[in-house]
């Protein structure tokens, strides 16, 4: 079984900064055979990809919302991904969901619970 466990969300006014983490895990589970990607959903919205990053951790895809703003990375060596979200407006307001396994910009073998970002004007 896997886990994956994001943590870093919370209330941030318009402008401010938050970085995301997500620890992935399994007795089986090898992080370096993974893209690992995050992606949002917002009330009354369906869930969007937002960022994933290559294997290697070399190269990365973002949507057009937030290219230039975010930026997702990688550590091997702790088997964790981060997104690292800079000037946050309020529509970045959503619940973050990591992913394992990211095909494209919609499929994902493994997701975690998410975690709520919340952006005030």
């Known amino acids: 079984q896997v886990q994956v466990v994001e943590s870093g969300g919370g209330l941030v006014q318009a402008g401010g900064s938050l970085r995301l983490s997500c620890a992935a895990s399994g007795r089986t589970f090898t992080f370096s055979s993974y893209t690992m990607g995050w992606f949002r959903q917002a009330p009354g919205k369906e869930r969007e990809f937002v960022a994933a990053v290559d294997r290697s951790g070399g190269g990365a895809d973002y949507a057009d919302s937030v290219k230039g703003r975010f930026t997702i990375s990688r550590d091997s060596a702790k088997n964790t991904v981060y997104l690292q979200m800079n000037s946050l407006k309020p529509e970045d307001t959503a619940v973050y969901y990591c992913?394992?396994?990211?095909?494209?910009?919609?499929?994902?073998?493994?997701w975690g619970q998410g975690t709520q970002v919340t952006v005030s004007s």
């Open positions: 992913a394992a396994g990211v095909v494209g910009r919609g499929l994902a073998s493994y």
